[in-house]
C-alpha cells in the first residue's frame, strides 16, 4: 500500500515538473526570434554599457555629446568614458578594440557640413563583432540637436525596442512681474522660446494627444478663460469664459472635448466641454472643491481631487462621472494626479512634513512610492513612455521645472536659476 | 518507469535546445547580412521641424476704472475661509461705501498662501472671496455689485517663504470698480 502511493507521488512531482518545463519552454518563444539587448520590463540589474565614438568630420563631438546624455538619463546605459577608447573615430571598427574595453555596442559617426549637415552612423554589436544597423541622417546646421536626439531614438529603438523619447518637448509657465507666458523648450531644457501667449497669471497647459493643440486657463482682464493655442493654425483661441475660476484639464483622446474645473456655479466642480457644440457637462455635485481633473490614457477614467471627505484628497470615476471611488488615504494633502500615458501609474503631489512631495500610485492607489524629498515638489507629468516625469521643484530657491526618471532617480533642472518657472507638461510625442 | 524517464529526457533536451537557440539569434534576420547587404543604405532621413507657433496675446483694455487700496485687505486663518472678527470693522466700511455710493461696484479677490498646490488653492480663494461676499450681502450690499475671482497663490502681497508672509496672503483684496461692470 504504502510503496503503491509513493509511486503515485513520484508520478505525480514529474508531471508538474514536465509542466513547468513545458510552460518555460513556451514561454520563450515569444522573444525567440530577437536578441534581448535591454529587456525594459525587467528591473535594470545591470546597465549596457555602451561606447558612443567622437565622430570623425565637423562638429565631431558635438552629436555623440547629445546621444550620451539622451541614452545615460534613461539608467538603462553605461556610457563609457571617451579617455578609455582605441580606435580613432575615422579608423574602421574593429570587435577587439572594443571588446577589450568592456563595451558590448558602440556607435560610430561621420559627419560632413556642405550647407546641410549630412551625417552616417553605424550602431555594432561588439560581442558578435557586426553591424546592426548603418543610417545616413541630413539636416540643416541649425537642427543639429534634433538630428542627434533622433539618433539616438533610432539606438534605443535597436536596442530595447521602445520609442525613445529624445525628441519630445516640455511646456511650462514662466511668471515675470505682473504677467506670466507659455514657454516651449526640448525635454532637456534646451532649445527654449516663448510662443507670444500670456495672462495676468496663466496655469498649467495641457496638451493634445496628437502634439498639435495646447489647453490653457489665463485670467485676463479679471475673468478665467480657457484657451486653445493651435499649433498648425498658429492661432489663440477662447474655447470657454464664464463667470467664476475656470481651469483647464486634459483633453480626451477626441482633441474636441476636454475636461475642466469651474467655480461658476459656488464651489468648484468638474465640467466636460464639448469646443464644437459649446455643450458644457457638469460631473461633480460635490459641496467640496473638486478640482485637477486629469483623463487616463484610454479616456475612460477620470482622476480629480476633492476635499469632499474634508481633506483634499486624489479620487477617480467615469467619464460620465460615476463609480466615483477615493483612492488616497495616508497623508492630509493629495493634490495634482497626471496619469501615465502607459495607464498603470499615477503621479501626484503628496504634503509630507508641512511640504509637497511627489509620489507615484497604482490607479487605485496602491503601492504608493515617494519620490522627491527635497523642497516642495509640485505639477508632475509624465513623458511619453511613463519612465520621466517632470515636474516643479523651489528646492534651489525659485521655482523651477525637473525632470527625474519616474522611479525617482536622476533628478535635474532644466530650466535655468533666475527665472520662476512652473507647471510643466511633458508633450505625447 | 522507464518510459517515462525517456520521455522526460526527451522533453528536457527540447526545452534545452529552445533555449540555445534564443542566445544566437540575431536582433532582426535569423540570418548573418551579407557584407553586400549591408552596403545598402535606406533611404537618408532627413530631419526637419514645423516652424514654431508664435502668437501674441492682445490683451483688451479694460473698460472699468479700478481703484485699488480703499480698504485694507481682510485676512484668513490657515486653510480656513471663515470671516474672523478682526475682519468685520473692514467689512463695515466697505458696506458703508457701497450704500452710499451706488454708482460703484467691489470686486473681491480671493488669495491664498503659497504652501499646496496652485488648483486647489484657486478654489480655496473663491471660498474665501465668496465668504467675503456673502457678509457684505448681509450687511445690505446688493450681490449685483459684487464681482468676485480668485488669485490661489498666485499673486501673492509679499514673497518670504515665513509664517508672518504668510498670513498677510491669506487674504480678500478689495477693488473698487466705477464704470460699467
Known sequence: MKKRSALQGTKCRVVVFLFSLLSVHFSSFSDLDAKVYIDINSPAFRKLPIAVSDFSGTFGRDIPEVIIDDLDFTGLFLCLDRSAFIEAPSNPFQQRNWSAIGAEAVVKGMVRNDRNLVVVVSLYDVIEGRELFRKEYQSEPSLLRPLAHTIANDIYMQLTGQKGIFRTRIAYVVRKSGSDELMMGDWDGMRTYRMGVKGRVMLGPRWAKDGSKLLYSSERNRQWGIYLLDFGKMSERNVFISKGTNIAGDLFPNPDEFVMSSSKEGNQNIYTFKISSSQLKRLTASRGIDVTPSISPDGSLIAFVSDRDGSPQIFTMSREGFDTKRITFSGSYNTSPAWSPKGDRIAFSGRVGGKNQIFTMNPDGSLMTQLTDKGNNEDPSFSPDGRCITFSSDRDGEKAVYIMRANGEAQKRITPKGIKAFAPRWSPN | ?181
Not at chain 2, 468676485?148 to 504668510?166: A, D, L, R, V
Open chain 2, 1 to 181: 518507469m522507464k518510459n517515462l524517464f525517456v520521455a522526460v529526457t526527451v522533453m528536457l533536451a527540447l526545452s534545452l535546445s529552445g533555449c540555445a537557440k534564443k542566445q544566437v539569434a540575431g536582433p532582426t534576420e535569423m540570418q548573418q547580412p551579407t557584407a553586400a547587404e549591408q552596403q545598402v543604405k535606406k533611404a537618408p532621413e532627413k530631419i526637419t521641424e514645423e516652424k514654431v507657433a508664435k502668437v501674441e496675446t492682445k490683451e483688451l483694455p479694460s473698460k472699468v476704472e479700478e481703484i485699488s487700496g480703499m480698504f485694507e485687505d481682510i485676512l484668513f486663518d490657515f486653510d480656513r475661509y471663515d470671516i474672523r472678527e478682526d475682519a468685520k470693522p473692514v467689512l463695515k466700511k466697505v458696506s458703508d461705501h457701497l450704500i452710499k455710493n451706488t454708482a460703484q461696484g467691489i470686486l473681491i479677490e480671493g488669495h491664498c498662501d503659497e504652501r499646496g498646490t496652485s488648483e486647489y488653492n484657486l478654489g480655496l480663494g473663491d471660498r474665501r472671496a465668496k465668504a467675503t461676499r456673502d457678509y457684505l450681502v448681509s450687511l445690505g450690499v446688493p450681490s449685483s455689485r459684487i464681482e468676485m475671482i480668485s488669485y490661489g497663490k498666485e499673486k501673492p502681497f509679499c514673497n518670504e517663504h515665513t509664517e508672518e508672509c504668510w498670513a498677510k496672503n491669506r487674504r480678500s483684496h478689495f477693488v473698487i470698480m466705477k464704470g460699467k461692470m
